[in-house]
């Protein structure tokens, strides 16, 4: 398994083994490293939209709503320190790994609501 | 019929009031054993440990300490304080004399002091140590193979890895063998009472986890031959490096986070819902000190020449091997099978602890060493400061002290830059065992934020201005501000 360590504050999005991962700090909580893709179609989670009050993120497109409790369940093994990070991801320990900063729409407060489902 | 408990109202003793611990703790100060002192060092006394008790009432620990305060003042207090209230549970004897001690040996075990560190000592870890949970976050899904995985690359980037700071400071020092007996001090705190905090995750019953420790704190009493116990051997490096080898003999040398990190120990060793934190804290500690002893074997050759006897650090480069594996394999894996995948974040937490508390000593240790290799820099830095005090454009508070000769100042921290001015006498400021700079009339020095140091007087009298000037860059700046 690659154990991959990364400053938080300069990445916060990776891809390794055909996997997508991003970064997902909620206000007061310990960030979480989740899967991207969204489990309906596979949506870039990472544009998706919080909503903290319903506890949900919302993918960009098709508006699926996927509980945060499920995020955190599914969650990668990570520790964050104060300007560090390592976290182990699944497949071979020499897989290599792409880290990135990018833009996060998947973040607080941004709390608008999708129209339909 | 079940009977339900019922809470006293109002309680008999509520432990959550600030005030009956400032009570308590303000008590507990009031012993002859931990006044101040009129010599540097504890000579084989091991109740005797100055705790500046007269100051307890002026500090404030309400509320916990930030990572950024971790070396002011107060936690250098709070620190002395509760390593103190731990080794009450510990025997501790002199080497000799015992007949003249025993009335320090009664007062340090006595059930006065003994309650009122019960009701000390939770405060104190709160304070100290609440800074951890903000410090590191563990999430997602931990499994056994990837706490396997996480580990295994840890133990893999040390073998990759040879540096050492705190032996390179030592090495870099202007003075090697007082920056190496300064680290050695901050080892015998710990050493010299090794795995003594270890041995109270030693009673109780749980299983073949409990044998498998014992087995580790076996080898680390020698199998019950004095002469190959770990902390014999460590009296063996103090003397190599010219050193008292009796317990706290330089309780005033003691860095506040050396103190922080032999208390965390302690913390974890008696708070037994802790037990699967400090089982990562010992991976970690048996892991990294595999490659630090065989750095600080090196150290000593190089410092203290090739003859002296590190037998201490060469040992635990081969049994923390062992040390390493079988706190993996046979305490942790076996823990994950028997109570499940549940406790890896606590193994997590205690792993990265001890791993941060161990980076910020050696910070720490780093900088004292270079605080003291700077003394004549600092002390050239007072004649502009303190002109410009002089003609007014800076004006920092201050306080006047008049001391006569003798006169011992308990070695201390400030939590700003100060500046010293020798108004008449002379003074003998010291940042270390040994190691001081001569203060005559009209000179003076920067003190350092953070950095331990004492003074003592050497004339019949000496008067001298304590100015707290915050930060000592600014006031060199030519837009220095007035009122500091």
Not at chain 2, 167 to 190: C, P, W
Not at chain 2, 314 to 327: A, C, G, L, P
Request: proline residues 4%; contains cysteine; glycine residues 6%.
């Amino acid at each position: 398994m690659p154990v991959f360590g990364f400053d938080p504050r300069s990445v916060n999005y990776m891809e390794a083994d055909g996997n997508r991962y991003f970064l997902l700090s909620l206000e007061g909580k310990a960030p979480l490293l989740v899967r991207d893709e969204c489990p309906h179609r596979g949506g870039p989670l990472h544009l998706g939209q919080l909503d903290v009050a319903a506890e949900e993120l919302h993918c960009p497109w098709h508006c699926q709503r996927i509980a945060l409790r499920h995020l955190r369940r599914s969650a990668m093994p990570l520790i964050v320190r104060r300007d560090s990070a390592v976290v182990v991801l699944p497949g071979a320990g020499d897989v290599p790994v792409r880290a990135q900063r990018r833009v996060l729409l998947a973040v607080p407060p941004a709390q608008q609501r999708c129209e339909g489902n | 019929m079940k009977h339900s408990p019922v809470k006293s109202s109002p309680p008999a003793i509520d432990l959550e009031d600030y005030n009956l611990f400032r009570r308590c703790l303000i008590q507990y100060g009031e012993s002859e054993l931990f006044t101040d002192t009129e010599e540097w060092l504890s000579h084989d006394n091991p109740y005797r440990r100055t705790l500046r008790p007269h100051v307890f009432k002026h500090l404030d620990y309400s509320r916990p300490l930030r990572r950024e305060d971790l070396l002011t003042y107060n936690s250098l207090s709070a620190n002395r304080t509760l390593l103190t209230i731990y080794e009450q549970d510990f025997v501790l004897l002199p080497d000799r004399d015992f007949e003249a001690k025993q009335t320090d040996f009664k007062e340090f075990y006595s059930n006065r002091s003994i309650a009122l560190g019960a009701v000390v000592r939770p405060w104190l870890e709160r304070y100290l140590f609440s800074f951890l949970d903000k410090e590191i976050s563990i999430t997602g899904g931990w499994t056994a193979d990837t706490l396997k995985a996480y580990f295994q690359d840890f133990a893999d980037s040390l073998r990759r890895s040879a540096s050492n700071k705190a032996m390179e400071a030592i090495l870099a020092s202007s003075n090697r063998e007082h920056a190496a007996r300064t680290f050695l001090i901050q080892l015998a705190g710990d050493f010299l009472l090794e795995a003594s905090a270890m041995g109270r995750n030693i009673l109780g019953h749980y299983g073949p986890l409990q044998s498998e420790l014992f087995k580790i704190v076996i080898d680390e009493y020698g199998y019950g031959v004095h002469e190959t116990k770990h902390s014999t051997l460590f009296r063996k490096v103090l003397s190599a490096g010219g050193l008292a080898q009796t317990p706290h003999a330089y309780w005033q040398f003691y860095l506040t986070s050396s103190l922080l990190v032999n208390n965390y120990y302690n913390w974890l060793g008696r708070d037994h819902t802790k037990f699967f934190r400090y089982l990562g804290a010992i991976f970690q500690a048996e892991t990294t000190f595999i490659h630090s002893c065989a750095r600080m074997a090196e150290m000593m050759r190089a410092v203290f020449g090739r003859e002296v006897d590190v037998r201490y650090f060469t040992e635990h480069v081969h049994i923390d091997h062992h040390h390493s594996r079988m706190v993996f394999e046979k305490l942790i894996a076996p823990a994950l099978a028997t109570h499940g995948e549940g406790i890896i974040p606590e193994i997590l937490r205690g792993f990265e602890e001890a791993a941060l508390l161990g980076q910020l000593a050696e910070q720490d240790f780093c900088d004292q060493v270079s605080w003291s290799d700077d003394n004549q820099a600092l002390k050239a830095l007072h004649p502009p400061i303190h002109a410009k005090i002089l003609s007014g454009e800076l004006q920092p508070s201050r306080q006047q002290f008049i001391e006569p000769r003798g006169e011992l100042s308990v070695t201390h921290v400030h939590d700003g830059d100060e500046l010293c001015h020798i108004n008449s006498g002379v003074m003998h400021f010291v940042t270390g065992h040994e190691r001081h700079t001569v203060l005559n009339a009209g000179e003076g020095i920067v003190i350092r934020r953070n950095r331990l140091h004492g003074a003592i007087i050497d004339s019949e009298q000496c008067t001298y201005t304590i100015h707290s000037i915050g930060d000592h860059r600014k006031c060199l700046s030519s837009a220095s501000t007035h009122a500091l």
